[in-house]
C-alpha cells in the first residue's frame, strides 16, 4: 500500500473538512440576511424557518480538494497519478457536478419542474456512461453474467438517476441523508483505498469531509441560535452523484477485482439499499393509492417511525442502523449464499418490515380513536 497516496487522502478529507467548517456559517449568514429559508408546511416535521442553502457548500470544497491534490501529486511526483480514461472520468464526473450543482441551487431558490430535474439527471448519467464507467455485469443475479454495451449503458443512466432520487427524497429529517451518505463514502472510500483506486477515494473521502461539518450544524445547530441548516436539493444532488459514480465503479466487473472482493456489485448497492428500496416502496404505494407518483407524501420510512412515536434524532439513528444492519449481512452473506438468494431475502426482509410498522401504526391509531 503506498503511504504517499494514503496521506494524499488523508489531505483530501482534512482540507474539505475545513472547508466546510469555514463556509457553511456564511452560507447560514447570507441565507439569514437575504432572508432564504424552507419555509415549514403540514408535510415537513421541522419548525421554524431553517435555510436550505447547505448544499451550496458541497461541490467546491469537493472539487478543490480533489483538484488541489491532484496538482501537488503532479508538482512532486511527476503526474503518475492519472491515466487517460481517469483524466475523461475525472472530466465527465466533474461536469455532471456542476451541471446538478447550478440545477440543485435553481431548485432551492425558485424551483424547478421534476420533469426537468429528470431530463438534466438522464444527461449526467449518459456522461457518466460515456467516459465508459458502466455496470458490465450481474454476477449472476437471476442467472445473469456479463451483459453488453447496449444493455449495461442505458441501464446505468437509470440506476444513476435511481440513486440520485433516492438520496434526495430520503432528505426528510435532520441528519438522516448525510449520515447515510457519510457511512457510505466512509466505506467505498476505504475500499477503493483497498483496490488502490486514489482518483475515487479522493472523491469518497473529500465528500465526507463536507458532509461532517454539515452534519453537526444540521443535527446538532438550535433554529433559535440561527445555526441549523439544510442541505437541499443542491447538497442532496451532488452527494448523489458522487454516491452513484463510486457505487457504479465498484460494481464494474474485473478479474482482478474480483479477487480481492467477490461480488463486488452486492457490496456495492448494500450500503444504499435503504434509500433504495424506500423509493421503490414510495413509487409504488402512490400508484395504488391513484396519486402521483412523482408528488411529495408522509408515507417514507422516516414518516413511519415519527408515526410509531419515535423522536426525530432516535429515528435517523434508527434507520443507519438499519442500513448497517443490511450492509454488514449482505458483505458477509455473500460468501456463503447465492446472489439471488440473498437478493429476494433483502426485498422480502424490507417488506415484512413495512407490514409489521404499518400494522402497529393502525393499532396506534385505532387506540386513539377508541379513546376519543
Known amino acids: 500500500m503506498d503511504v504517499r497516496l494514503i496521506i494524499e487522502t488523508l489531505y483530501v478529507f482534512i482540507l474539505s473538512l475545513l472547508l466546510g467548517m469555514i463556509v457553511i ?8 440576511k437575504k432572508r432564504l ?9 421541522h419548525h421554524g424557518k431553517v435555510p436550505r442553502l447547505g448544499g451550496t457548500a458541497f461541490f467546491p470544497s ?6 488541489s491534490v491532484i496538482v501537488i501529486h503532479d508538482k512532486l511526483f511527476r503526474g503518475d497519478l492519472l491515466t487517460v480514461p481517469l483524466t475523461i472520468q475525472l472530466m465527465t464526473t466533474c461536469c455532471s457536478l456542476f451541471l446538478l450543482y ?7 431558490l425558485i424551483g424547478v419542474r421534476y420533469s426537468s430535474k429528470f431530463l438534466i439527471q438522464g444527461i449526467c ?3 457518466i456512461v460515456s467516459s465508459d464507467l458502466y455496470i458490465n455485469n450481474f454476477y449472476g443475479l437471476f442467472g445473469i453474467y456479463e451483459i453488453p454495451t447496449w444493455i449495461g449503458a442505458p441501464f446505468t443512466v437509470l440506476i444513476t438517476i435511481y440513486i440520485l432520487n433516492a438520496i434526495n427524497l430520503i432528505d426528510g ?4 441523508a448525510s449520515g447515510l451518505s457519510g457511512i457510505t463514502l466512509l466505506s ?3 475500499i477503493f483505498v483497498y483496490l488502490h483506486e486514489y482518483l475515487y477515494s479522493f472523491f469518497a473521502f473529500a465528500s465526507l469531509g463536507v458532509l461532517i461539518p454539515f452534519f453537526y450544524y444540521n443535527v446538532f445547530g438550535r433554529v433559535e441560535r440561527k445555526r441549523k441548516i439544510f442541505m437541499g436539493d443542491t447538497g442532496s444532488l451532488t452527494i448523489g452523484l458522487v454516491l452513484s459514480i463510486l457505487t457504479i465503479k465498484l460494481s464494474m466487473y474485473e478479474p482482478e477485482k474480483e479477487m480481492q472482493i467477490p461480488g463486488a456489485i452486492v457490496i456495492a448497492f448494500s450500503f444504499l439499499l435503504v434509500p433504495m428500496l424506500d423509493v421503490v416502496r414510495v413509487f409504488l404505494h402512490r400508484l395504488r393509492e391513484g396519486n402521483n407518483p412523482f408528488q411529495p407524501d408522509n408515507n417514507h420510512i422516516h414518516h413511519k417511525f415519527i408515526a410509531l412515536g419515535f423522536p426525530k434524532r432516535r429515528v435517523m439513528i434508527t434507520i443507519i442502523g438499519i442500513s448497517a444492519m443490511y450492509s454488514l449481512i449482505n458483505v458477509c452473506a455473500i460468501h456463503f449464499i ?5 437478493f429476494m431475502l433483502n426485498i422480502i426482509t424490507w417488506t415484512v418490515m413495512h407490514i409489521l410498522l404499518t400494522r402497529q401504526i393502525n393499532r396506534i391509531k385505532e387506540s386513539k380513536k377508541d379513546a376519543i
Open 25 to 32: 456559517p456564511r452560507i447560514l449568514l447570507i441565507s439569514f
Open 37 to 45: 429559508f424552507d419555509e415549514p408546511d403540514s408535510r415537513k416535521v
Open 62 to 67: 469537493i472539487a478543490l480538494a480533489v483538484f
Open 102 to 108: 447550478v440545477t440543485g441551487i435553481m431548485d432551492d
Open 125 to 127: 448519467g449518459i456522461l
Open 173 to 176: 429529517i435532520d441528519g438522516l
Open 188 to 190: 467505498l472510500g476505504c
Open 338 to 342: 447465492p446472489i439471488t438468494p440473498l
